[in-house]
């Protein structure tokens, strides 16, 4: 189960590898069980700073494994799968979501449950849910049109249309694509400069943003005023490294 999900520890950020690459990285509950374990050992790592979340070969995901589905899943519990994303969703360390290739239906799921995509310029992104004549259960109903609009969303998911790396930046899904042959430098260029920022403030802003997502204005500023954690124990390291640096 360990090699279903591979964890990589890089200088202050990590990356998680979906690693069935001879199924498309198609997801199962042994999946999500190698992913949730990650995810646990992660909330409490103040070493990692950023984690990205990627697929190995050929793709990010695939989507849901259909065999796995047909053959009836034993899932430990109602809306476990649900449960284990807002797991990942709720990391205090921002996550970004890398993809190439595919990314169908409960790929996308995943991917909607992290920060922000990364695009590949391969990519490619769909919900078929309704082609299988399913219904989400991961998500999709509630982060789907919370990143692209409602509109945008009913659009996607009523007819299971397949959009490129340019459409998902052009509607909000992804928030920049790249030629796939700087996709791996990209990574760690984009990883690297989020680890070099304060993992105080990163915890603290994801706090705020999630406490306040979907709050009026006026709430939301009262909550910022309200629970704002101040500076924090790197500030005047941080200072010092500036200022000595213009002196």
Known sequence: ???????????????????????????????FRALR???????????????????????????????????????????????????????????????????????????LACDFILAADSARFGDTHAKWALTPIWGMSQRLPRRVGVATAKRLMFTADMIDAAEAVRIGLAEYAV????????????????????????RANKRLLNATDGSPLDAGLQWEVLENEGHGPDFAERVGAFTSKKG
């Open 1 to 31: 189960m360990n090699d279903l999900v591979l964890r990589q520890d890089n200088d202050g950020w990590t990356v998680l590898t979906i690693n069935r690459p001879d199924k498309l990285n198609a997801l199962t509950v042994e999946v």
């Open 37 to 111: 374990t990650h995810v646990e050992a992660l909330r409490d790592d103040e070493s990692v700073r950023c984690v990205v979340l990627r697929g190995a070969g050929k793709c990010f995901s695939a989507g849901h494994d259909l065999g796995d589905i047909a053959t009836g899943e034993a899932v430990p519990s109602r809306g476990w799968h649900s449960e284990t994303l807002r797991m990942l969703e709720r990391l205090p360390q921002p996550v970004i979501a890398a993809v190439h290739g595919h990314c169908y239906t409960g790929a996308l799921e995943v991917a």
């Open 179 to 202: 030629p796939l042959a700087d996709f791996e430098a990209e990574i760690a260029a984009l990883a690297s400069r989020i680890a070099a920022q304060s993992a105080f403030s990163h």
